[in-house]
Each structure stands twice: as C-alpha cells, then as structure tokens.
C-alpha cells in the first residue's frame, strides 16, 4: 500500500509540473495575440478580439477541445500569471472544476 501511495504522489507532482507548464504556454500564447490584436489596424479586429478567438479555434483543432473552453483556458492561465507577477490575490474559480469525461474513460479503460 506504501508504494502504492507513493507512487501517486510522484505522478501527482508529475502532473502538477504538466499544469504549470499548460498555463504559462497558454498565457504566453494569449499575450501574443492579444498583441497582435492591439497593434491590428481595424477597429472591427479588435473588437471581435479575432486573433484570440482564432488562436483558441487552433489549439481546439489540434487538441480536440471546445474552441469556448480553450478561450477560458487560455484567460484563466492570463489572469493567473498576471496576479502571480503583480502578487496580487488569484481570483476564486467562476464556476467548479468538473473531472473531465475523457480522462475518465482513459483512467477506466486502465483499470
């Protein structure tokens, strides 16, 4: 039993670095298109925040995601390297976090 907990510690830090990683690429994705965004010359760009919203459409192409759950990824991994690099508070969650159905299936179909 020993090993078995330990084990699930070790996986757990494994999985804790993966997140991190997750959210500073995915801040640092939305930085650039929010630059980009700024620097774009036509108003109606900048107001349907296209460059965001084609960069969550991309990444929801290539990991098989909901375009609308990676727009709130994508600001969720904002908002929390921004309050980490101003020490300000992290805001609590808008909504819970839900297990996600497919690694429930992946974790079931290991069993």
Same mark, same amino acid.
């Given at each position: 039993?020993?090993? !078995?907990?330990? %084990?699930? +510690? $070790?996986?757990? &830090?494994? &999985?804790? +670095? &993966?997140?991190? /990683?997750?959210?500073?690429? *995915? @801040?640092? =994705?939305?930085?650039?298109?929010? $630059? #980009?965004?700024?620097?774009? /010359?036509?108003? $109606?760009?900048?107001? *349907?925040?296209?460059?965001? *919203?084609? !960069?969550? !459409?991309?990444?929801? &192409? =290539?990991?098989?995601?909901?375009?609308?759950?990676?727009?709130?990824?994508?600001? $969720? =991994? #904002?908002?929390?390297?921004?309050? @980490?690099?101003?020490?300000?508070?992290?805001? %609590?969650?808008?909504?819970?976090? +839900?297990?996600? %159905?497919? %690694?429930?299936? /992946?974790? =079931?179909?290991?069993?």
């Amino acid at each position: 039993m020993r090993a !078995l907990v330990e %084990a699930i +510690r $070790d996986e757990s &830090v494994r &999985v804790a +670095r &993966v997140q991190a /990683s997750l959210v500073r690429l *995915r @801040a640092e =994705a939305l930085q650039i298109a929010l $630059d #980009h965004m700024a620097r774009s /010359s036509s108003r $109606d760009t900048r107001e *349907r925040e296209m460059p965001v *919203r084609s !960069l969550a !459409l991309e990444i929801a &192409v =290539a990991t098989h995601n909901h375009d609308l759950t990676v727009q709130k990824e994508l600001s $969720d =991994a #904002h908002t929390l390297t921004v309050a @980490a690099l101003s020490n300000a508070p992290v805001p %609590a969650p808008r909504m819970p976090m +839900r297990f996600p %159905a497919r %690694a429930a299936k /992946s974790i =079931a179909s290991c069993v």
